[in-house]
């Protein structure tokens, strides 16, 4: 029995780690929150803003963000923040979506939005609005209150009647920068067809026109419940044809979300993002190819896209609250809270 102390003590050392493992199981770390927000990548220079221009578009981004921010930080659901953070950017006439919504070659507004819940992988999108003033808020209620995923034009507003929407004249979306916009457009398609290119005295204007329409928002979140999910919201592209629809209400093009993975928000040349079926591919990598979140992210905007010709951006963050949001445009309005609380508002690359 003199082995006695040295037995207990092996005991001891073996037990130890188990016990503490248990202790760990039942008392986890806090799941951590975060959001990431963007307003749409494109030609953003410098050299092009004023300093009110540039300080009206952080006020808007910080805006969004603590109305999203405030409602995690309450307990508050991810879908719950991410309405929240992209219905501010809605109604902000800065950005491309409801007021301040890109014109049609025809000159009217036609809106695309989709939110996706990644605990349950439910989604909601519709297309082709013109009187509903907040998309999101009817993507939310296709997802919840319809059996369909997503309804577009006149079945949407329609299916919208039969709840406490609020409407609005398609005249309500309109702005005069984005009218300029879109005579600036028609402008270049005519000069182009004639083989005359006009300059612009806006340098703002004065660009490529499928880079003129970027301002697009988005939102993806994590609560406290370890929920992800992606809101998006946009008018579209600048003179685009009548019907047309972009990546945004393409489920796993513009916009998606899984808890295994990542809640993803895309902004950019709609057209290659649903050939390249971005978000998506995003959450494959990190699911099929262990990639992490970053790397992933970078591979699909960075290369993949760009090998495609495609332009643009995206926001993304997983269930530990890790956030990234590259892009392959000169800027991209965006701004997030990560898991350790760091606030980043930014426009351009630096
Ligand atoms: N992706 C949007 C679309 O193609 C445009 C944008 O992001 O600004 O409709």
Known sequence: MKNLPVLVLLAALVLLPACTEATSQQQPAVQPIALAIHGGAGTILRENMTPEREAAYQAGLNEALDAGYAILEAGGTSLDAVVAAVQVLEENPLFNAGRGAVYTHEGTHELDAAIMEGATRNSGAVAGLTTVKSPIALARLVMEESRHVMMVGDGAEVFADGFQVERVDNAYFNTERRYQQLQRALEREQSSSHGMRLPSPDPELDIAP??????????????????????????????KRFGRVGDVPVIGAGTYADNATAAISA?????????????????????YADASLDEAARSVVMDKLTELGGTGGIIALDAQGNV?????????????????????VRIYED
């Open 210 to 239: 499928e880079a003129l329409a970027y301002g697009t928002v988005g939102a993806v979140a994590v609560d406290r419940e370890g929920n992800l999910a992606a809101a998006t919201s946009t008018g579209g592209m600048t003179n």
């Open 267 to 287: 902004t950019g040349h709609g057209e290659y993002f649903i050939r390249g079926v971005v978000a998506h591919d995003v959450a494959s990598m990190m699911r």
């Open 324 to 344: 990234t949001m590259p892009f392959n445009t000169a800027g991209m309005y965006r701004a997030s809270i990560d898991a350790d609380g760091n606030r980043v």
